[in-house]
C-alpha cells in the first residue's frame, strides 16, 4: 500500500490561521466590535462571525473572552488592536473582513457602517484605498470577476500593493493571472509572487534580492539562478513546463533557504535544486518528477526535510555532499532509481539521520537500494525505517553500522 502523503495547503485559507494566538485574539476582537457590540447586530451577525472564528482557528477559551472585553474593557482592548493590527497587510485583510459582516447587516446597518468608517479613520486610509475596498466588495456581491481584476489593476497602478491570497479569501472565484519574461532581482529588490503566474525564461537573484513564492500557483520554463540571495517559498504550487538547466533551484552562497507547505512537478525536466552553501528547512511539501539529475543535491552546512514526500527520481531523489550535515525525519521516498542509492546516495563526511522515513519501489544497480553512505562511519543513522518492494532487497541501507539502523522489509 502506498504511504499517506503529506498535506499542502492550496485552499487559500485565512490569512491569519496561523499566526500567534496573541494577534488572533486582537484581531478577533476588532471584529467583534461589529458583530458582538450591538444587539441588532448580535441577532444579524453572530453566526456568520462564529464562521470567521473558525476559519481563524481561535480557541473556545478566547472566543469567549471576547464577548467579556466587549463589556468590560472595550477602549482597552481597541487600544491593543490599533497597536498589534499595525501592518498595513494585516489592516487590508481585517477591512476585508469587515465588510464581509457589514454584508450581513440589515437592521443593524448604521452601526455597523459607523463601525467600519471608525476603523477606516483609526487606519487613516486614503481614498484611493477606501474607493479599492467599496469597489471590490461590490464586484465581489456581483460575482463580476472582471471588474474585480480591473478594480485590483486600478489600485497597483496607483502604487498599493495586497496579497492574492487576503483577496482569494474574501472573493474565491477571483482569479489573475501574471505573466513574466527573464528578469533579474537586483540587490535591495524582492519579488513577490503570491498569485496564479506564469514565467517564460529565467529568474536570477542577485545578493541582496529576495524571491518570495507566497501562495504562488506558478508555471514555469527555465531556472531559478539564486547567487547569494534569499529564497522562500510557502503555500505554493509549481509545474515546471520547461528547464534546459540540471535543477530549477541552482542556489550559490545562500544563507538559509526555507520550502514550506509545497507542491513542485518537475514533469522529468529536471531535478528541484542544488544548494552548495548554508541551510535548507524543507517542511510538509511534495516533489514530483525529476530527471537529470537527483530532485535533491546538497552540499552546504545543514538541513532538515520534515514531513516531505519526493516521488519519481530518474536519477536519484537525494544527495548528500561533502560535509553537510542532515535530518530527515517523516519522509516518504517512492520509485527512486540511480546506481547506488536508489533514493538517497551520501559521500557526505558530516552527520546524517534518518528517522521514521519510509522508501517505496527503490531500486539501486549495485548497492543501497534505500540508502547508500560511501563511507562506513558513526554518525549515519537509519532509525525506525520501512523498505517496501526495493531492489536490491539484500541490505537496502548499505554501510551503516548494526547498532546505527533500525529497518523493517516489506
Known amino acids: 500500500m502506498e504511504a499517506e502523503q503529506p498535506a499542502v495547503y492550496r485552499n487559500y485559507q485565512h490569512p491569519y490561521a496561523q499566526a500567534e494566538l496573541s494577534f488572533q485574539y486582537l484581531y478577533c476582537f476588532g471584529l467583534g466590535v461589529m458583530a458582538m457590540g450591538n444587539m441588532r447586530a448580535i441577532t444579524e451577525l453572530q453566526d456568520y462571525f462564529e464562521t470567521i472564528l473558525d476559519e481563524i482557528r481561535l480557541p473556545l477559551k478566547q472566543r469567549e473572552q471576547i464577548i467579556v472585553d466587549i463589556n468590560n474593557f472595550l477602549e482597552f482592548r481597541l487600544t491593543e488592536v490599533i497597536h498589534r493590527v499595525q501592518r498595513k497587510e494585516e489592516r487590508y485583510s481585517f477591512i476585508l473582513d469587515l465588510y464581509r459582516l457589514y454584508n450581513l447587516s440589515l ?47 486600478t489600485f497597483q497602478e496607483q502604487g498599493y500593493e495586497i ?100 507542491e513542485v512537478d518537475l514533469g522529468l525536466h529536471c531535478g528541484l535544486l542544488a544548494q552548495d552553501s548554508g541551510r535548507l528547512i524543507v517542511s510538509d511539501s511534495r516533489f514530483l518528477h525529476a530527471a537529470k539529475a537527483y530532485m535533491i543535491r546538497f552540499s552546504g552546512f545543514s538541513a532538515k526535510l520534515t514531513h516531505c514526500h519526493l516521488r519519481h527520481g530518474r536519477d536519484g531523489l537525494l544527495a548528500i555532499r561533502d560535509a553537510a550535515r542532515m535530518c530527515v525525519e517523516e519522509c516518504v521516498f517512492i520509485e527512486g532509481t540511480a546506481e547506488y542509492g536508489g533514493a538517497v546516495y551520501s559521500d557526505s563526511i558530516g552527520n546524517v539521520k534518518f528517522d521514521h522515513c519510509r522508501f517505496e519501489r527503490c531500486q539501486a544497480k549495485y548497492l543501497g537500494a534505500a540508502i547508500y553512505f560511501k563511507y562506513h562511519k558513526y554518525g549515519q543513522l537509519a532509525r525506525e525505517c520501512i523498505c517496501h518492494a526495493c531492489e536490491p532487497s539484500q541490505e537496502p541501507i548499505f554501510h551503516v553500522y548494526a547498532d546505527d539502523v533500525e529497518i523493517r522489509i516489506r
Open 107 to 153: 437592521w443593524s446597518q448604521d452601526y455597523c457602517e459607523q463601525i467600519l468608517e471608525n476603523y477606516l479613520q483609526i487606519f487613516h486610509f486614503s481614498q484611493a484605498e477606501r474607493r479599492f475596498f467599496q469597489s471590490f466588495n461590490e464586484a465581489a456581491k456581483q460575482e463580476d470577476v472582471p471588474m474585480a481584476r480591473q478594480v485590483y489593476e
Open 163 to 262: 496579497s492574492y491570497a487576503a483577496l482569494k479569501h474574501f472573493f474565491p472565484d477571483f482569479v489573475l493571472e501574471v505573466t513574466y519574461g527573464a528578469m533579474t532581482v537586483a540587490a535591495g529588490e524582492t519579488l513577490l509572487i503570491d498569485c496564479p503566474a506564469k514565467i517564460d525564461g529565467d529568474i536570477v537573484v542577485e545578493r541582496g534580492g529576495s524571491l518570495l513564492l507566497y501562495g504562488a500557483d506558478l508555471r514555469m520554463q527555465g531556472a531559478v539562478y539564486v547567487n547569494g540571495g534569499r529564497f522562500r517559498m510557502r503555500d505554493a504550487s509549481v509545474r515546471i513546463e520547461r528547464c534546459e538547466a540540471d535543477y530549477w533551484l541552482q542556489l550559490h552562497g545562500t544563507a538559509v533557504v526555507k520550502l514550506e507547505q509545497s
